[in-house]
């Protein structure tokens, strides 16, 4: 037991032996306080530095006048916005240096001690404000009517319900908007952004396109919102190439596969596609989906495959969405699988 | 007052019709023949072609071009693919690996002429792109907008080039001259996708050519490019320079004057 106690864990520091207090450092005498011609030397420097603030306010009007930014020429803005900057960053900075070079080496260094008052108070002010508030105690009845203190608790806690009824009617409710795209069952895919729809027969082997749904380029509003959801590559490999689950085997159409481009570990556009490997790489995190079989993960932090988009042919050649997506698109979120 | 015959009616008028005739189709004729001879390459052009493919391609992409081991088949392929290959020095290939370098050019121009019309003739392909697309004269915003929905992704927003997976990579296409971009979105060079014309019309890749070559003649808008390859070299830029100058001025900032 006494063993435990003479090496207690709670305190970091031998109470016994402490460290000595060090005091202040010894006077260190500057070389501008020896010599008047050091002297000399800084205050030229310091005024130099504050010259070159004066120089450089004026080479930021100067920038901003020789380099006027002129409409629809976007090369103006960028001798206009280097010569204003440098400019005014020498203007700056000159001071800047300037103070803090004066104050080091010409004003007064003497080192000064000034010990930190005591933060408890004394024993008199802590007695009265003990006394102030037993009077106010006294003459309120806080503490003698108990109605009057319960129910101003129960006010209390009442007061910020509104509040979080409020809050919580903040902007639209998420609903299922996260689960659906645009797509539907005869949705043409058309080329981004001219919205023209495509036929199967103009996707070649090895073709990308880069597609939007039908309609999309006409929408009123929310447009970025749908397009960020239902962005899709449409890819045709040598149909030998595939892979497919035989349940899935009527999405394609030919060789033709169309996937989300929309990553599902944080939703980047993947749209790096190689021809013979038939990899698509996702260029802000590396994650690697194999195309030719359902675009499962190859590699990179990306946990599910990239949805993909049911595709057919309608009659006149042109390729639709047999469906919306049938798993949500993008990255996971809680209810979802993974 | 007899109404006079009119012209047509004539009897001499037979004659010049025929005569009109046999001009029109005997020209047309020669005149189409021309074209496609323009197009497909004289029989001692594709021979000669033909010559230098068995000495120079046949050990990878066969006798006949129908592709061995070392290459795949080269039917179909078209004489951009040629021209794009052999004109950019990917081929003939110097060694195996995840991607072909851009390296000196092998043979001459005359050469390369020969060997697409050779590979040409063998089955119909991307023809080498005629001059009206290759000029710089197009649109170019349509053409960055394009550009950055179909290719940015790979090659980055001014064509700066990027990485792809195990040791592959979309090379630069700073100087790289019309024709060879023109060709390399028509065939698809190595692993880069195809977008043939109903993808990406003439006019369409016209204006992305346009578009490069405007980024490449003008130079970046927002001061020192660093490459143009984005936050990896900005912020090693950042961290280094700008963090370092604030750490020298705190240091400076603590020290005693001497």
Same mark, same amino acid.
């Given at each position: 037991?006494?063993?435990?106690?003479?090496?207690?864990?709670?305190?970091?520091?031998?109470?016994?032996?402490?460290?000595?207090?060090?005091?202040?450092?010894?006077?260190?005498?500057?070389?501008?306080?020896?010599?008047?011609?050091?002297?000399?030397?800084?205050?030229?420097?310091?005024?130099?530095?504050?010259?070159?603030?004066?120089?450089?306010?004026?080479?930021?009007?100067?920038?901003?006048?020789?380099?006027?930014?002129?409409?629809?020429?976007?090369?103006?803005?960028?001798?206009?916005?280097?010569?204003?900057?440098?400019?005014?960053?020498?203007?700056?900075?000159?001071?800047?240096?300037?103070?803090?070079?004066?104050?080091?080496?010409?004003?007064?260094?003497?080192?000064?001690?000034?010990?930190?008052?005591?933060? #408890?108070?004394?024993?008199?002010?802590?007695?009265? *404000?003990?006394?102030?508030?037993?009077?106010?105690?006294?003459?309120?009845?806080?503490?003698?009517?108990?109605?009057?203190?319960?129910? %101003?608790?129960?006010?209390?806690?009442?007061?910020?319900?509104?509040?979080?009824?409020?809050?919580?009617?903040?902007?639209?409710?998420?609903?299922?908007?996260?689960?659906?795209?645009?797509? #539907?069952?005869?949705? #043409?895919?058309?080329?981004?952004?001219?919205?023209?729809?495509?036929?199967?027969?103009?996707?070649?082997?090895?073709?990308?396109?880069?597609?939007?749904?039908?309609?999309?380029?006409?929408?009123?509003?929310?447009? %970025?919102?749908?397009?960020?959801?239902?962005?899709?590559?449409?890819?045709?490999?040598?149909?030998?190439?595939?892979?497919?689950?035989?349940?899935?085997?009527?999405?394609?159409?030919?060789?033709?596969?169309?996937?989300?481009?929309?990553?599902?570990?944080?939703?980047?556009?993947?749209? %790096?596609?190689?021809?013979?490997?038939?990899?698509?790489?996702?260029?802000?995190?590396?994650?690697?989906?194999?195309?030719?079989?359902?675009?499962?993960?190859?590699?990179?932090?990306?946990?599910?495959?990239?949805?993909?988009?049911?595709?057919?042919?309608?009659?006149?050649?042109? %390729?639709? *969405?047999?469906?919306?997506?049938?798993?949500?698109?993008?990255?996971?979120?809680?209810?979802?699988?993974? | 007052?007899?109404?006079?015959?009119?012209?047509?009616?004539?009897?001499?008028?037979?004659?010049?019709?025929?005569?009109?005739?046999?001009?029109?189709?005997?020209?047309?004729?020669?005149?189409?023949?021309?074209?496609?001879?323009?197009? $497909?390459?004289?029989?001692?052009?594709?021979?000669?072609?033909?010559?230098? $493919?068995?000495?120079?391609?046949?050990?990878?992409?066969?006798?006949?071009?129908?592709?061995?081991?070392?290459?795949?088949?080269?039917?179909?392929?078209?004489?951009?693919?040629?021209?794009?290959?052999?004109?950019?020095?990917?081929?003939?290939?110097?060694?195996?690996?995840?991607?072909?370098?851009?390296?000196?050019?092998?043979?001459?121009?005359?050469?390369?002429?020969?060997?697409?019309?050779?590979?040409?003739?063998?089955?119909?392909?991307?023809?080498?792109?005629?001059?009206?697309?290759?000029?710089?004269?197009?649109?170019?915003?349509?053409?960055?907008?394009? $550009?950055?929905?179909?290719?940015?992704?790979?090659?980055?927003?001014?064509?700066?080039?990027?990485?792809?997976?195990?040791?592959?990579?979309?090379?630069?296409?700073?100087?790289?001259?019309?024709?060879?971009?023109?060709?390399?979105?028509?065939?698809?060079?190595?692993?880069?996708?195809?977008?043939?014309?109903?993808?990406?019309?003439?006019?369409?890749?016209?204006?992305?050519?346009?578009?490069?070559?405007?980024?490449?003649?003008?130079?970046?808008?927002?001061?020192?490019?660093?490459?143009?390859?984005?936050?990896?070299?900005?912020?090693? $830029?950042?961290?280094?320079?700008?963090?370092?100058?604030?750490?020298?001025?705190?240091?400076?900032?603590?020290?005693?004057?001497?």
């Amino acid at each position: 037991m006494s063993e435990v106690q003479k090496y207690d864990s709670g305190s970091a520091t031998n109470i016994e032996r402490p460290i000595s207090d060090p005091g202040i450092e010894p006077h260190r005498v500057r070389m501008t306080d020896k010599s008047e011609k050091h002297a000399k030397t800084a205050e030229r420097q310091i005024s130099f530095m504050f010259l070159v603030s004066i120089v450089g306010a004026i080479i930021a009007v100067w920038g901003f006048v020789a380099f006027p930014i002129v409409g629809g020429d976007l090369s103006a803005t960028r001798n206009n916005a280097f010569w204003m900057g440098i400019g005014m960053a020498l203007s700056l900075l000159g001071i800047g240096f300037g103070a803090v070079h004066w104050a080091k080496t010409l004003m007064p260094d003497n080192e000064v001690s000034e010990s930190r008052h005591p933060a #408890r108070s004394s024993d008199e002010a802590r007695a009265k *404000a003990i006394e102030i508030v037993k009077l106010a105690d006294g003459e309120s009845g806080f503490t003698r009517r108990k109605l009057i203190r319960r129910t %101003l608790y129960g006010a209390l806690a009442f007061f910020p319900i509104p509040a979080v009824v409020i809050f919580g009617d903040l902007g639209p409710q998420v609903g299922d908007t996260l689960k659906h795209t645009m797509w #539907r069952a005869g949705t #043409r895919l058309t080329k981004d952004p001219t919205g023209i729809p495509i036929k199967a027969s103009e996707v070649t082997i090895g073709s990308v396109f880069h597609v939007i749904p039908e309609g999309l380029k006409d929408l009123e509003e929310h447009k %970025l919102e749908e397009k960020a959801k239902a962005a899709v590559l449409l890819v045709r490999v040598n149909p030998g190439d595939l892979k497919e689950d035989p349940e899935k085997a009527n999405w394609s159409y030919d060789g033709i596969v169309a996937y989300s481009k929309i990553c599902t570990h944080v939703g980047c556009p993947v749209a %790096l596609y190689e021809q013979h490997t038939h990899h698509l790489l996702c260029p802000c995190h590396q994650s690697t989906f194999d195309l030719a079989d359902h675009c499962k993960v190859v590699f990179g932090p990306a946990a599910r495959p990239l949805p993909q988009l049911p595709i057919a042919v309608d009659d006149e050649g042109y %390729l639709v *969405a047999q469906s919306d997506f049938l798993e949500p698109i993008g990255p996971s979120f809680w209810d979802i699988r993974k | 007052m007899n109404p006079q015959k009119p012209m047509r009616r004539r009897p001499w008028a037979l004659g010049v019709v025929i005569f009109l005739g046999l001009i029109l189709s005997g020209g047309g004729y020669a005149a189409a023949t021309q074209t496609f001879e323009a197009e $497909f390459g004289s029989p001692e052009q594709v021979e000669e072609g033909r010559k230098l $493919f068995l000495a120079n391609c046949a050990s990878c992409h066969g006798t006949n071009g129908e592709g061995a081991i070392g290459g795949p088949s080269l039917i179909g392929v078209g004489a951009a693919s040629v021209d794009f290959q052999v004109g950019t020095g990917r081929m003939p290939g110097q060694a195996s690996g995840p991607q072909l370098y851009k390296k000196p050019v092998q043979f001459t121009e005359e050469q390369i002429a020969a060997m697409a019309a050779y590979v040409a003739s063998l089955a119909p392909g991307p023809a080498i792109p005629p001059e009206e697309y290759l000029r710089t004269d197009g649109d170019p915003t349509h053409g960055g907008e394009l $550009f950055r929905i179909n290719c940015a992704m790979c090659h980055n927003a001014v064509g700066a080039g990027g990485a792809l997976t195990e040791g592959k990579f979309a090379p630069a296409l700073d100087g790289v001259t019309e024709k060879h971009i023109y060709e390399a979105m028509v065939t698809g060079p190595q692993n880069m996708p195809v977008f043939n014309d109903a993808n990406l019309t003439p006019e369409d890749k016209k204006d992305i050519i346009t578009y490069l070559k405007y980024v490449e003649e003008n130079g970046s808008v927002g001061g020192f490019e660093l490459g143009s390859i984005g936050p990896v070299a900005e912020g090693l $830029f950042t961290w280094i320079f700008g963090l370092g100058f604030i750490i020298a001025i705190t240091v400076w900032l603590g020290a005693k004057a001497n």
